[in-house]
């Protein structure tokens, strides 16, 4: 009898999970459980039945088990994945392996460090930079906004008429990279943070597009300090493997081609100037 054909209460799929102590002293061992499981069954379920079934001290990170947050992130046999939303049902003849992410420090069984990432983050300044303050909305021009005595109905009404406002097509413009939510799927896949683990990478680099390209902003001038180095935009050889495996369906893959096509027009431009 196949194990398709086994009452779903009989089902089990084998789960091989990485683990590595907080002191590092057990790196490279591997433990193994025969989980049960059903159609329903998440990567991030099946770690969370062994935790309550087989073994208490496993450790892994999830939040929002929607795909959202980015925090269940891990291989599943080679491959960058959000536990929530990969299903075991796909590996029940060939069994999981279970990893942490690939090109991070790893802190403890399917934990990795994150600071290093968020540190690239930061470098790119990941928000909004205004022109100036008095673009900022609230700062500048109160006088323009519907007067108080209109009450909170003329608000929701004819709504601010100070601001920065933006037209579908300018919004479009940067929308595809604002659906980034940070899980660093992109990272375990990138082949470049091997020989250049100092590479800013996909994701920080698809956000710093995400804010060049609103209409919004004027930092561009200032991230182009940082993507116009040897570890900003230029390591990536456009393997393409960001893009295939984001759960969100962003395009790393674009925001380095345009961050490298930006910087070379730039720095044709100021060569033309002499």
């Not at 089990?12 to 002293?25: F, H």
């Not at 061992?29 to 770690?47: C, E, G, M």
């Not at 230029?234 to 493997?241: F, K, L, T």
């Not at 984001?246 to 033309?272: F, H, I, M, N």
Request: charged content about 25%; some cysteine.
């Amino acid at each position: 009898m196949s194990e398709a054909d086994l009452p779903v209460e009989a089902r089990t799929v084998r789960l091989e999970v990485a683990r590595t102590s907080a002191d590092g002293a057990d790196a490279g061992r591997r433990d193994v459980f025969d989980v049960p499981y059903d159609d329903r069954t998440s990567v991030l379920d099946a770690l969370q039945w062994v935790k309550d079934h087989a073994d208490p001290t496993l450790t892994f990170r999830w939040s929002c088990k929607m795909a959202v947050c980015g925090s269940c992130g891990v291989m599943v046999n080679g491959r960058p994945v959000l536990g929530c939303e990969t299903f075991v049902r796909g590996y029940r003849t060939s069994g999981l392996v279970v990893e942490p992410l690939a090109h991070a420090e790893v802190l403890r069984d399917l934990v990795v460090d994150t600071d290093t990432f968020l540190g690239k983050l930061a470098a790119v300044q990941p928000w909004l930079v205004p022109a100036g303050a008095t673009r900022l909305p609230l700062v500048d021009a109160p006088a323009e906004d519907p007067a108080p005595d209109r009450g909170e109905d003329a608000l929701r009404a004819h709504g601010p008429s100070s601001g920065s406002l933006q037209t579908p097509g300018e919004l479009a413009a940067f929308k595809g990279f604002a659906e980034c939510i940070d899980c660093m799927l992109c990272y375990a896949a990138c082949p470049q943070l091997d020989p250049a683990p100092d590479f800013l990478g996909p994701a920080v680099v698809a956000t710093a597009r995400r804010w060049d390209e609103d209409s919004r902003d004027a930092g561009e001038l200032d991230r182009a300090d940082v993507l116009d180095t040897e570890f900003g935009a230029w390591p990536c050889i456009q393997v393409g493997a960001c893009t295939q495996v984001c759960p969100k369906g962003v395009d790393p893959a674009r925001a380095l081609r345009d961050a490298q096509r930006v910087a070379t027009e730039t720095w044709e431009a100021r060569s033309r100037r002499g």
